[in-house]
T-cell receptor
């Protein structure tokens, strides 16, 4: 069966520090991968998605970037965090268009 | 106007009651409809996945889609305290990305 791993669960970082969140999927090949951010009371915002290695699409301009160095690995990064980057970050995968979307356990990021 | 509207609640009901959670959407092209359950500080968990109009039942959960009214519902029968969570509706069409509602926070009172 397929599983998705996301870490860390909680992260507290100072303003201006770098960020790296990692997500891996097991039990499937060539998944579509996604990074979402969830702010309190504001729903899920799609940040990035990837349909293959090295293929990244950005949904919103921001202080963040994403990379997919391996088929089942998706990384969310920032060179310098802002206060506004605080939030709950979720990685997700699907088998392709029209497929069900499955989420990781999330990372609560607090930028202080 | 948001593409998917969902009453944020909070919604509190006594244990054993039938819960009705609802979303409305604006784009008639939406074809696929999902409901997710999200516990506090956890990732959303897929509960129901339906295509087009009609009902789908899974245990105590029933998803209902009325495309003529652009209205989707999730019913929970015999509600349990463990059903206390935030419920998110989501929809998409074709190769487009999922559009989510903002979620309804549900509390089942023992």
């Amino acid at each position: 069966s397929q599983t998705i791993h996301q870490w860390p669960a909680t992260l507290v970082q100072p303003v201006g520090s770098p960020l790296s969140l990692e997500c891996t999927v097991e039990g499937t090949s060539n998944p579509n991968l996604y990074w979402y951010r969830q702010a309190a009371g504001r729903g899920l915002q799609l940040l990035f998605y990837s349909v293959g290695i090295g293929q990244i699409s950005s949904e919103v301009p921001q202080n963040l970037s994403a990379s997919r160095p391996q088929d089942r690995q998706f990384i969310l990064s920032s060179k310098k965090l802002l206060l506004s980057d605080s939030g709950f970050y979720l990685c997700a995968w699907s088998g392709g268009p029209n497929e069900k979307l499955f989420f990781g356990s999330g990372t609560q990021l607090s930028v202080l | 106007q948001k593409e998917v509207e969902q009453d944020p609640g909070p919604l509190s009901v006594p244990e054993g009651a039938i819960v009705s959670l609802n979303c409305t959407y604006s784009n008639s092209a939406f074809q696929y409809f999902m409901w997710y359950r999200q516990y506090s500080r956890k990732g959303p968990e897929l509960l129901m996945y339906t295509y087009s109009s009609g009902n789908k039942e899974d245990g105590r959960f029933t998803a209902q889609v009325d495309k003529s009214s652009k209205y989707i519902s999730l019913f929970i029968r015999d509600s349990q305290p463990s059903d206390s969570a935030t419920y998110l509706c989501a929809t998409f069409f074709g190769n487009e990305k999922l559009t989510f509602g903002t979620g309804t926070r549900l509390t089942i009172i023992p």
